[in-house]
């Protein structure tokens, strides 16, 4: 089955830019996602990519996909406070039903 | 609208209650899921319900017993829970469920268990 790995923490100045990686198994997933969850909340969806591009940008948010590689990064540009929070990136692989396989999850936190 | 509510928002139970969770949506979704969130961990996929059937139970202990009782609703009835079922539990819905559809999340419902 697929696997997802994330590394598990990410510190990063405010105003600066952050890069949050992920890397998966399976080559056949169709779309992958990021989803934000802030403390004691649910999931949020940010942003996610289809399989057949290699980039996307949305405002801030900018998602580069590696198929080769089998990695995925979300770049958030001009980071802010309101920006921590834990970042899951979701592959969703091919056929069957709409099953989500989650990263661990990198939490974000940002200072002044 | 893309919102999905939950209630309660905290639950605290003891091992020999029954409670039950709710989730609705009125985007019109036809699929949707409840999820299980340890602490530090990422969400793992309960149930599935599709068109207001049961489509996928991923091994779930039967002291969980899902229900949706019409296509904005799903519960989540609780019995005999154990110290290790403390979690936060998320609802989501999606327009289908054998597509790409996105899947969008509720606030969840934090339950402790006694």
């Known amino acids: 089955g697929e696997d997802v790995e994330q590394s598990l923490f990410l510190s990063v100045r405010e105003g600066d830019s952050s890069v949050i990686n992920c890397t998966y198994t399976?080559?056949?997933?169709?779309?992958l996602y990021w989803y934000k969850q802030e403390p004691g909340a649910g999931l949020q969806l940010l942003t996610y990519?289809?399989?057949?591009?290699d980039m996307k940008q949305d405002q801030r948010l900018t998602v580069l996909l590696n198929k080769k590689d089998k990695h995925l990064s979300l770049r958030i540009a001009d980071t802010q406070t309101g920006d921590s929070a834990i970042y899951f990136c979701?592959?969703?692989?091919?056929?069957?039903?709409?099953?989500?396989?989650f990263g661990a999850g990198t939490r974000l936190a940002v200072h002044p | 609208d893309t919102e999905v509510t939950q209630t309660p928002k905290h639950l605290v139970m003891g091992m020999t209650n029954k409670k039950s969770l709710k989730c609705e949506q009125h985007?019109?979704?036809?699929?949707m899921y409840w999820y299980k969130q340890k602490a530090k961990k990422p969400p793992e996929l309960m149930f599935v319900?599709?068109?207001?059937?049961?489509?996928i139970n991923e091994s779930v202990p039967s002291r969980f017993s899902p229900e949706c009782p019409n296509s904005s609703l799903l519960n989540l009835h609780l019995h005999a829970l154990q110290p290790e079922d403390s979690a936060l539990y998320l609802c989501?819905?999606?327009?289908?469920?054998?597509?790409?559809?996105?899947?969008?999340f509720g606030p969840g419902t934090r339950l402790t268990v006694l």
């Open positions: 989501a819905s999606s327009q289908d469920w054998g597509s790409t559809d996105t899947q969008y």
């Open positions: 399976d080559s056949s997933s169709t779309y």
């Open positions: 990519i289809f399989s057949n591009m």
């Open positions: 979701a592959p969703r692989p091919p056929g069957g039903y709409n099953k989500l396989i």
């Open positions: 985007m019109g979704h036809r699929a």
């Open positions: 319900y599709s068109y207001e059937k049961l489509s």
